[in-house]
């Protein structure tokens, strides 16, 4: 288990990382999610020792990491560029880590074979790096994060590089090797579909805070905060009073601010809600609409399955109760 107690980082008169706290539970696959400068990459850094805390203790079962270098550890690390060897073969790469543990060389043949197998590689062990595609390198580089069996395994945007097309395969696949190794795992990502698809928990971090922390669920459920809301991609974030004097449907308990979902709207001639369209984009299975309330509020609307208006048209909808987020504590 890791335990993070009042964590800081520091550069300068810049706080990176800001008194943090946080537990991972054994075999949980933690992603830490948050923008740029939000301290997801230093916060990574610093539980895998190439970042030195200002405050704060780091914990692995129970025993202070401060003293621990690196090497010794037992974390796996990979990052974006893979940093893989291009003058050696698959297989060499794979075992390089297996090879500084000095294991026979009967046990690093067996393990590479192993873990080649896990990433869908068998076969590949003779070919270059230099012939291989940039989803067969990220398997790669996997494999051999995985190969020495480390404790903790630490991704810092694996797939940052890749096609969006790929990245959604490739994601699912991750998280079913990550599942069957059993590996307690650290995902850094600012996607929010990749935190999403591979976690158990995710911790969205905001200028070094955790901003809030939960289940996929219950993040798209209850973001605790605007700043939150929006980061998942709520645009249509109301505060609550302008909401009620809309007439609009509001949570209970009240919360500060309400996120009415872009899809929970549908456009219904009897429909309770007037708006003015402002915009309208086609999205291949969907139109998406800029409307504007009463009060001149402006929100998205996803139109399926039906001419969407013209610019300039008033529309009346109807909202699906489920629609309705609840923002705030």
């Known amino acids: 288990m890791l335990e993070i107690e009042g964590l800081t980082v520091t550069y300068g008169d810049v706080v990176a990382i800001d008194n943090l706290d ?6 949980e696959i933690v992603s830490l999610l948050g923008p740029s400068g939000s301290g997801k990459s230093t916060l990574l850094r ?27 550890r037992g974390f796996g690390l990979m990052f974006q560029d893979y940093a893989l060897f291009p003058h050696r ?7 390089f880590g297996l090879e500084m543990m000095h294991k026979s060389r009967a046990e690093i043949g067996e393990r590479v074979d192993t873990v ?12 270059a790096i230099g012939h291989l595609s940039g989803g067969q390198q990220q398997r790669v580089a996997l494999a051999r ?8 395994l630490m991704f810092d945007e694996p797939l940052g590089s890749l096609d969006r097309s790929l990245r959604d395969r490739l994601v699912v696949e991750l998280h079913d090797i990550l599942d069957r190794v059993g590996a307690t795992s650290i995902y850094v990502t600012h ?18 805070r955790i901003e809030q922390v939960g289940s996929p669920e219950e993040l798209w459920s209850h973001p605790r905060s605007p700043f939150a809301a929006r980061f998942l991609g709520f645009r249509n974030l109301v505060p609550t009073g302008n ?10 308990p009240v919360t500060d601010h309400v996120v009415y979902r872009a ?18 984009t086609y999205r291949g299975d969907h139109h998406l609409l800029v409307v504007t309330a009463a009060d001149g509020t402006e929100l998205d609307v996803v139109v399926r399955g039906e001419p969407a208006p013209e610019p300039g048209r008033q529309l009346r909808l109807r909202l699906d109760p489920s629609a309705v987020v609840p923002v705030g504590e």
């Open 46 to 72: 610093a539980v895998a020792g190439l970042e030195k805390p200002t405050a704060g203790i780091l914990r692995w079962n129970g025993g202070d990491l401060a003293a621990i270098p690196v090497h010794r």
């Open 22 to 27: 946080l537990t991972i539970e054994p075999g």
């Open 116 to 127: 080649l197998s896990l990433v869908g590689l068998q076969g590949y062990g003779d070919r």
């Open 243 to 252: 909401a009620r004097a809309m007439g609009w449907p509001t949570p209970s």
């Open 263 to 280: 899809d929970g709207f549908s456009p219904d001639d009897d429909g309770p809600f007037v708006v003015t369209t402002r915009s309208r």
């Open 145 to 152: 994060a995985i190969a020495p069996a480390p404790r903790l």
């Open 89 to 95: 073969t698959v297989a060499a790469n794979v075992a």
């Open 191 to 208: 996607d929010q579909q990749e935190a999403f698809a591979l976690a158990d928990r995710v911790v969205l971090l905001h200028d070094g």
